[in-house]
Every structure is written in structure tokens, then in C-alpha cells.
């Protein structure tokens, strides 16, 4: 007989494996590392402003369902502009694509992905 808790932790790994292997989800390293290298990591690092470090998959995984919330209520990346008077070179709003991307790998179950698929990750200098 499967206890009421081992059944509801069966469940949820059968759920969370088919949402990693469903084909079209986001993963990590090829599409998820890049937006946030781009928009998030120069805050979101040791000694920055950024309350976690989200430059590893280690990092960020624990925050999935948070970044995808944060994207879709946009609070992150905070950007007080108003589009209205023009463009910014330093413009950190995230496009409607790299918003959907963060959101759909998350609700995917926040894969991993392919190692060999993950792009350098950013240098930043030391001090001013």
C-alpha cells in the first residue's frame, strides 16, 4: 500500500519529469542564461544590489517560479522610464520574448538543459 504522502511525491515527480522533457520547453543553459547575463546579472551577484546571485543554474533554479513572477508583474528589472519620451540607451525592460521565455521554462519546470549550450558568463571590473 503507497502512503498518501508517497503518492502525492510520486505524483509530483511524474509531473515535474514531463514537464522537463516536454519539447519546446526553455531550458537553462541555451535560453534562460543568456536574458539573464544580459538584464540581470550585473545586480544579481555577489557584492551588488541584487539580494541572490543568479549567474549559475544552481542559483537561479531555486527562483524560477519568483522570476517568473517578478517578469510578469515587471518589478524585475526595474525600470521607472516612461517609454512615452523616448528610447534609453541604458534601457533595461526585457522584450516580450525574453519575458515569455522566462515564463514558459519556468511553468516547464525550470530545466536545465544541454551543458555544452551555455554561453560564457559575463565579466564585470572590480570597483568603479
Known amino acids: 500500500m503507497v502512503r498518501p504522502f508517497a503518492a502525492v511525491v510520486l505524483v509530483l515527480a511524474a509531473?515535474?519529469?514531463a514537464y522537463a522533457q516536454a519539447p519546446g520547453t526553455p531550458t537553462f543553459t541555451k535560453d534562460?542564461?543568456?536574458i539573464l547575463y544580459k538584464n540581470c546579472t550585473n545586480c544579481h551577484r555577489p557584492g551588488e544590489i541584487g539580494p541572490m546571485p543568479l549567474r549559475t543554474y544552481v542559483e537561479v533554479r531555486p527562483y524560477a517560479r519568483a522570476i517568473a513572477t517578478r517578469v510578469t508583474d515587471?518589478?524585475?528589472p526595474p525600470w521607472h522610464a516612461d517609454p512615452a519620451y523616448g528610447e534609453y540607451l541604458n534601457d533595461r525592460r526585457l522584450s516580450a520574448a525574453d519575458k515569455e521565455t522566462l515564463i514558459r521554462w519556468a511553468a516547464g519546470g525550470a530545466p536545465e538543459g544541454d551543458p555544452g549550450d551555455l554561453p560564457a558568463a559575463p565579466t564585470f571590473a572590480d570597483g568603479w
Request: proline share 11%; net charge neutral; aromatic share 0%.
Open 15 to 17: 509531473t515535474t519529469a
Open 74 to 76: 515587471g518589478t524585475m
Open 32 to 34: 534562460v542564461a543568456p
